[in-house]
C-alpha cells in the first residue's frame, strides 16, 4: 500500500514539475518579461523579455527585493498586489508607469541616455504559484509594456480637446480646467483671471478676402498670443472667432497688463499671402474671480467686459472693475 501512494506522489510531483517546465519554457518564448516574487518581495526569477525594443533585462534583480530596486511608492504597491494574489489564489492587475532610470539594479548603461530617461507604461497581471519550489510562497508577475497603448490614448484625448484649426485647446478642455482652477483658487485664496477675446471685424475678413484668409488670421494671431503666456496660462478657442484664456495667480491689475500686451501684438500680425494691408486687431474682456464665485458667474462678467471693449470702439482691452 505504501509502495502505491509513493509511486502517486512520486507521479504527481513529476507532473507538477513537468507543468511548471511548460509554463517557464513558454514565459521564456513570449515577448513580454516576467518575474517570479516571493511573497517577502523577492526576485525569485526573471524570465523573457525578448522584445529588446520593449524590454531591458532584468537577470540583475535576482536574489534582490522589491524595495531594493523600486522607489518606495512602487515598491509598496507592487509588494501588495504580491501577496493578495498569493492569500486570495486570484489574479490582480494594474497599470504602472516605470523609467528604467528609476530601477536601481539595472546596468548603468540601461538606466542613462533617452532610452532610460523615456516613461514606460506597463500592465501588471500576478497569479499566485502554488506549486513552485521555493522556501516562501511565491507569485508569477507578467509585465506587458502598454506604452504604445496609453500613447495612442494620449493623443486621441488630445485630439478630443484640441481645436483642429489653431491647435488650442477646445471649449470642453476649457471648462474641465477652469473648474479645476476655480476650486483651487478658493481652497488655497489665489488670484484667478479670465480673459475673453473677439477678433474685430473677422466676417469682414472673411467676406472680403475669403474664409483661408480667415483661417490664417485665426491661426496666427492665436500663435501669436500663444507666445506671450505662461505655461500655467490656457488659451481656447470658445466659438468661432471668440477665444478666452485662463489665467492661474493673476490678479486685476496681471491680467490687463496681459491684455495691454496681447493687444500690442496683435497689431503686429500681417497676412501677406492674403491681404497685406489689413491691420488685425482684437477686443478684450478681463474679468478677476470673486470670493465664492463660480466659472459661470466670472465667464459671464468677462463676456459683458468684453461687450464693454466693442461697444467703446474695439482693439482695447475692459475689465470688470
Not at 518606495?72 to 507592487?78: I, K, S, V
Not at 472667432?241 to 495691454?260: C, K, M, V
Not at 474682456?285 to 465664492?292: D, K, N, R
Request: charged share 25%; aromatic share 6%.
Amino acid at each position: 500500500m505504501d509502495d502505491i501512494q509513493d509511486s502517486t506522489q512520486t507521479s504527481t510531483l513529476a507532473a507538477l514539475e513537468a507543468e511548471k517546465d511548460q509554463l517557464l519554457t513558454l514565459l521564456k518564448a513570449l515577448p513580454d518579461i516576467s518575474f517570479v516574487f516571493d511573497e517577502e518581495g523577492l526576485y525569485v526569477k526573471v524570465i523573457g523579455g525578448a522584445n529588446e525594443t520593449m524590454y531591458v533585462s532584468g537577470q540583475s534583480l535576482v536574489g534582490h527585493y522589491l524595495h531594493d530596486a523600486l522607489p518606495a511608492p512602487l515598491a509598496d504597491h507592487c509588494l501588495e498586489l504580491v501577496r493578495t494574489a498569493i492569500e486570495s489564489g486570484e489574479l490582480q492587475t494594474v497599470e504602472y508607469c516605470l523609467r528604467t532610470a528609476d530601477v536601481a539594479l539595472l546596468p548603468d548603461d540601461a538606466r542613462t541616455g533617452a532610452r532610460g530617461t523615456t516613461e514606460q507604461w506597463f500592465e501588471g497581471r500576478v497569479l499566485p504559484l502554488p506549486t513552485y519550489d521555493h522556501s516562501n510562497r511565491v507569485a508569477l508577475w507578467v509585465a506587458v509594456n502598454i506604452t504604445p497603448r496609453k500613447q495612442l490614448e494620449h493623443y486621441w484625448r488630445e485630439v478630443a480637446h484640441t481645436d483642429p484649426l489653431t491647435g488650442q485647446a477646445n471649449r470642453q478642455r476649457l471648462f474641465a480646467r477652469a473648474h479645476q482652477e476655480v476650486e483651487r483658487a478658493h481652497r488655497h485664496q489665489h488670484p484667478l483671471s479670465l480673459l475673453e477675446i473677439d477678433f474685430d471685424y473677422f466676417k469682414r475678413l472673411n467676406d472680403q478676402y475669403g474664409h483661408a484668409a480667415g483661417d490664417e488670421a485665426l491661426r496666427r494671431i492665436t500663435q501669436a498670443c500663444e507666445g506671450i503666456l505662461r505655461e500655467s496660462d490656457l488659451m481656447a478657442r470658445t466659438g468661432g472667432e471668440e477665444f478666452a484664456i485662463l489665467l492661474p495667480e493673476t490678479d486685476h491689475d496681471g491680467a490687463l497688463d496681459l491684455s495691454r500686451r496681447l493687444l500690442d501684438i496683435v497689431r503686429e500680425v500681417r497676412l501677406p499671402d492674403f491681404a497685406p494691408e489689413i491691420r488685425l486687431t482684437i477686443s478684450i474682456g478681463s474679468a478677476t474671480l470673486l470670493t465664492g464665485e463660480s466659472f459661470d458667474g466670472l465667464m459671464r462678467r468677462a463676456d459683458e467686459a468684453l461687450y464693454e471693449a466693442k461697444a467703446n470702439g474695439r482693439d482695447r482691452v475692459h475689465s470688470d472693475r
